[in-house]
């Protein structure tokens, strides 16, 4: 029997990759298959035939609800039987079922009942399953890739992780499960210790919403680490405002960690209470301070459009952010979600249009021109001001983005006397690229991605060509990166560059993190 997984946004998909490894525990083949968002239905059509699974499992979350349905109708009319998980099959169960598609839709974790799934597919009428965590929780750190995947491991030498399940806080605007769990240390040490084995990993990502929930967790975990002796750098961590004091702080840079994440989305006490965060202004302040005193880069999420959201809330946060000065802002619209309190709230008290549906989730269109990623265009809720929420978001951007091209643009200068070439990855990236757009530069050869699979939350408009092979960077005499020259450039892309890519040549750091331009 075969199975083959389905999904959106990127290659590898962390909950895919466990079920992988679980479905080929109980005796099943097993293949994966990404499909973008303008997947094609011939496309979709020719890789099902090519697999032929018995049974197709299509991961959904809302906003890809019509690739969902569309990929489960094909599939259906090639006589497959069809399964659907993920956020919305949780959180919108209802509509998944009422479309009479789907011949199981499994609600929560499917972990614990996979093993019957498989055993009974044949069976199953289109019912809702409800989800369960398996009793073995070491199977969450054992994961399944096909060659695609491993070779996008290979080469990114970036391995994602997770160190816990669920989250304890009951923010309104997010419907992560509340049952929370740990994975054991010694089993999340083994999966990174496998991985640097076999793909030489350098570069390991926690998924965890809140890395530093439990310091004692996080020295156990680094203890274990230095006890085998592992070497690796970290991408940022996650976490909450709340949940950072000094001696986290030193624990984790102590332990190589150089950049820290916090969801804020807002510093207004008043909308902090709506939201249910938990935390307070004072909070917030103290966070950035802790990350000062520490030399952690501080990274925030921002959120505008909130109902009840008024110029008070905005001014707040933006002088917040004027003073602080966090390295990266991220900013976007609400959106309310199903299974979350705020979106039960809008659908209570009239924000919902009329003519809503999850057929075309909020009149969001991909393919319209306006349109700049799933949670960076204008929303159509009802009674919120968006002109207003888009006028503050576009002075924090521009606060962020002075800084920023001060750092760019001297970077630049300074490699533009002779052919250069930007090298980067993730949203940081691509934010460089807009800001040289806006000039004509005369030696610049084009840009090289790290990560190219990497998932961007916005779409990012520039003009600069991409070299797609490592040797494009042949006739380069400068580079410039956009990430510091700290642990991960100086362990990992600095040996990517001089050694894979022999580049002999000069690098430049454009990063604005810790003190911007470095040449070098």
């Not at 799933?374 to 009802?382: C, D, V, Y």
Request: proline share 3%.
């Amino acid at each position: 029997m075969k199975i083959q997984l389905i999904y959106f946004t990127n290659i590898t998909n962390y909950a895919a990759s466990m079920l992988g490894n679980l479905a080929q525990m109980c005796g099943w083949d097993v293949a994966f298959k990404y499909f973008p968002d303008d997947a094609l239905e011939d496309d979709i059509a020719n890789a099902l035939l090519r697999a032929r699974p018995d049974l197709v499992a299509i991961s959904i979350k809302t906003f890809e609800r019509r690739l969902g349905v569309q990929v489960a109708n094909i599939a259906k009319s090639l006589g497959m039987r069809v399964v659907a998980g993920g956020p919305h099959a949780t959180d919108a169960t209802d509509d998944l079922v009422a479309l009479n598609l789907f011949d199981a839709v499994v609600v929560g974790d499917g972990m614990g009942v996979l093993p019957d799934i498989l055993e009974n597919f044949l069976a199953l009428e289109g019912q809702a399953i409800t989800g369960k965590r398996h009793q073995n929780i070491a199977l969450y750190s054992q994961r399944l890739f096909d060659e695609e995947q491993e070779r996008q491991i290979r080469e990114s030498r970036m391995y994602t992780v997770i160190g816990s399940l669920g989250c304890s806080f009951k923010c309104t605007y997010c419907a992560t499960t509340r049952q929370v769990g740990y994975l054991p240390v010694e089993h999340i040490v083994e999966s990174i210790e496998k991985a640097k084995e076999k793909y030489n990993i350098e570069w390991v990502a926690f998924l965890d919403d809140t890395y530093t929930y439990s310091i004692k967790k996080l020295r156990q975990f680094h203890d274990l680490v230095r006890e085998r002796g592992l070497k690796f750098e970290y991408q940022e961590v996650k976490t909450r405002v709340d949940c950072l004091t000094d001696e986290i702080a030193e624990e984790l840079t102590r332990n190589g960690v150089e950049e820290v994440s916090f969801g804020i989305e807002t510093t207004s006490p008043r909308l902090l209470a709506y939201l249910k965060k938990g935390c307070t202004l004072e909070d917030n302040y103290r966070a950035a301070e802790i990350c000062r005193r520490n030399g952690l880069s501080m990274r925030i999420n921002l959120m505008f459009g909130v109902p009840t959201q008024d110029a008070d809330d905005y001014e707040i946060t933006q002088r917040y952010v004027e003073e602080t000065q966090p390295a990266s802002i991220t900013s976007f619209y609400f959106t309310p979600f199903p299974g979350t309190e705020l979106f039960q709230h809008c659908l209570d008290n009239g924000y919902l249009p009329k003519d809503w549906s999850f057929d075309n989730f909020l009149s969001l269109d991909m393919n319209q021109r306006e349109f700049k990623g799933w949670r960076h265009t204008r929303g159509i809720l009802r009674n919120i001001d968006y002109d207003m929420a888009e006028q503050y978001l576009s002075k924090i951007q521009r606060f962020e983005e002075r800084r920023i091209d001060e750092i760019v643009m001297r970077a630049a200068e300074s490699a533009d006397e002779e052919p250069w070439v930007v090298v980067g990855a993730r949203k940081y990236f691509f934010i460089v690229l807009e800001r040289l757009s806006q000039r004509k530069w005369k030696n610049l050869l084009g840009c090289y991605n790290l990560v190219e699979d990497d998932f961007q939350p916005r779409k990012f408009e520039h003009n600069i060509p991409y070299v797609h092979s490592e040797n494009g960077l042949k006739n380069a005499k400068n580079v410039v990166v956009t990430l510091h020259k700290g642990h991960f450039y100086e362990k990992v892309i600095l040996p990517r560059l001089r050694e894979t890519m022999k580049f002999k040549g000069k690098v430049i750091s454009a990063s604005t993190w810790p003190s911007g331009y470095q040449a070098g």
